[in-house]
């Protein structure tokens, strides 16, 4: 088995006796005529190939890539030019936002890692209207080597990350399009790589409406996630990264500061799972109309 077509075969041994398949040359049509939905797990040029034409043939496609998240076409442009449009019956995947849109989708656009964490975190408080998107939204976010990817760069070196943490894609991240989206707010987003394999935490500084009270937080987080699965809030105990490795959960923790209407959201999520392939299996539970914890629990 090889994990690309640059890379000679190998054994897998963390596969044995879990998966027994073959690996096969990409057919579309063997493909379309062979399954209900597809997951597609290729760059985004390669997504915004495939995804029509399985579409047309009538297979439900979840898309990990970030072909099309974007709605805006100037937008999409921008950071996803081989998009040209979205596909009818598309839908933004973040689960728990999102559910009815999902269960009917031709095509779910799995959200990306950083995105998930933030809108997970601030998607309550706007819907709720205690966040004050006027003032605008600072993320500062720490991922592991992992969430830049699986091509070797002297930025994800070992001898280059081991002790270090470093600033990139300042003003320049795609992921920032999906949170303003999304929000409706303006975001500074400043993630940072720090040395560990795999794992997410944001730390999250907003303002909130005068007058808005800590009971009032509490309950806009309770009502929307007291019967979600798969986030858990820590409220006053923040999270951390080892809480939610390897697993689909999203912790959210926060203090607000009334005074001066300051609201500092902790979130952790494994970037793997809950921000990639554990959310993607989440919206075929919730397209299917399978228990949403299958396979995840």
Known sequence: MSSSAESAARPMPRLSRVWDG??????????AASVDVAFLAVPEKAAAML??????????????SGAFRIRNADARARWYPDTATLPSGSAYGLTEHYKDDVRSAALVANPGCYPTAALLSLLPLAKAGLLDADAGVVIDAKSGISGAGRVPS????FSENHGSVA?????GHRHVAEMEQELGASVTFVPHLVPLDRGILETIYAK???????????????AA???????????DALPE??????TNFCDIGWRLEPGTRR?????????????????ALQNLNVACGFDERTALL
């Open 22 to 31: 073959q690996i096969e040359p990409l057919s579309e049509a063997r493909l």
């Open 51 to 64: 995804a029509p034409p399985l579409i047309d043939k009538g297979v439900r496609v979840i898309d990990l």
């Open 154 to 157: 002297d930025r994800t070196h």
């Open 167 to 171: 600033a990139y894609g300042v003003f």
């Open 208 to 222: 909130v409406q005068s007058g808005t009270t800590a009971e009032q937080i509490a309950d806009a987080f309770t």
């Open 225 to 235: 996630y007291a019967h979600e699965p798969f986030v858990r809030l820590t409220g």
């Open 241 to 246: 990264i080892k809480h939610v490795a390897y």
């Open 263 to 279: 609201i500092v959201i902790v979130t952790c999520l494994d970037n793997l799972v809950k921000g990639a392939a554990g959310q």
